[in-house]
């Protein structure tokens, strides 16, 4: 079953605005392969839908715990395309469909309707702005508010004991250079390393633009970090006042600021700044160099419990 935006633009399906494009760019950059971008032709199952989002969800007791615990569930696929007007005026045309929703789009189609016009009311409370990754987060915890499963064809997986996950490093490691100004505790994550390019995410708990600054300071009083191609940085400070101080530095970088905020955005971070770090290994990356620097930052937000991974599942 087929969810089609109606609007004042005929759904085309490809992307063909800048904000439909940076939205592309920031959805790979998350989802990294389990995005995917139909690049000349829509897929063969949804025709006006060139793009894809599998997106891991399960009943309750279908999935482990366990870091590394498996999960047979079969994904949920978005598929989406987009029409000329959107954001400002038409959602995304989309379909959702796995093999334990298939009864719900072709007998019992209600349920269905009412997960699908639950997805385009969270456009028309944002309407103006970009809606997939709010669409993917919102269904990974409550697809199954509206769509039951038969537990004899999806029996519960059974649980397996995994070894936990490397967690990132943490502690004081940079030392204030002002003696009378204290250290802010920093974290660093798990270097990523691509054609001799390498990506490292470090966070800080902030609560003002001076506790940023002194963050940047005590990082760079390491030579390594002082002297890498690029230190791009973004935060979201909730002030005393209410008021939501967002801001982000590219450092010759161009666009991976824009990128970091909206990943603090999108997964809800305020307090927090998130640094990557990376050294040119001389190879150009192209837009691969975005989804590494989301990558490392986003698994950073995980190991420090800054984020809860199981809390968007």
């Given at each position: 079953m087929e969810q089609v935006a109606k609007g004042r633009g005929v759904v085309v399906g490809f992307a063909t605005t800048e904000a439909q494009q940076e939205e592309l760019t920031v959805l790979d950059s998350i989802y990294a392969d389990a995005f995917v971008q139909h690049t000349t032709t829509?897929?063969?199952?949804?025709?006006?839908?060139p793009y894809q989002v599998s997106i891991q969800v399960a009943p309750e007791g279908h999935c482990t715990t366990e870091?590394?615990?498996v999960c047979s569930f079969p994904p949920l696929l978005l598929h989406f395309g987009y029409s000329p007007d959107y954001p400002a005026h038409s959602p995304p045309s989309f379909t959702l469909r796995a093999p334990w929703l298939q009864s719900h789009t072709s007998v019992h189609r209600e349920p269905y309707q009412l997960l699908c016009d639950a997805m385009v009311q969270l456009f028309r409370e944002n309407q103006?702005?970009?809606v997939m990754f709010t669409w993917v987060e919102w269904l990974k915890e409550h697809v199954f508010e509206h769509i039951s499963v038969n537990p004899a064809l999806y029996p519960p997986a059974v649980p397996r004991q995994a070894p936990a996950a490397a967690k990132a490093s943490a502690g004081r490691t940079h030392t204030s250079a002002d003696s009378d100004v204290p250290s802010i505790e920093i974290f660093h994550g798990n270097p990523l390393t691509d054609?001799?390019?390498k990506?490292?995410?470090h966070?800080?708990?902030v609560q003002c633009r001076e506790d940023v600054k002194q963050v940047m300071k005590q990082l760079k009083?390491?030579?390594?970090?002082?002297?890498a191609t690029h230190n791009m940085y973004a935060y979201r400070i909730q002030q005393a006042d209410k008021v939501l101080m967002e801001e982000r530095e590219d450092d010759g970088e161009t666009g991976a600021g824009d990128k970091l905020l909206y990943l603090l955005d999108r997964m809800k971070v305020l307090n927090v700044v998130v640094i990557v770090t990376r050294w040119y290994g001389g190879i150009q990356l192209g837009a691969t160099r975005f989804k590494h620097i989301t990558a490392v930052a986003k698994q950073l937000l995980y190991d420090t419990g800054v984020v809860d991974p199981l809390s968007l599942e």
């Open positions: 829509p897929c063969e199952a949804s025709p006006t839908h870091p590394e615990g103006g702005d970009v054609r001799k390019s990506f490292v995410a966070l800080a708990r009083t390491d030579k390594k970090i002082a002297m």
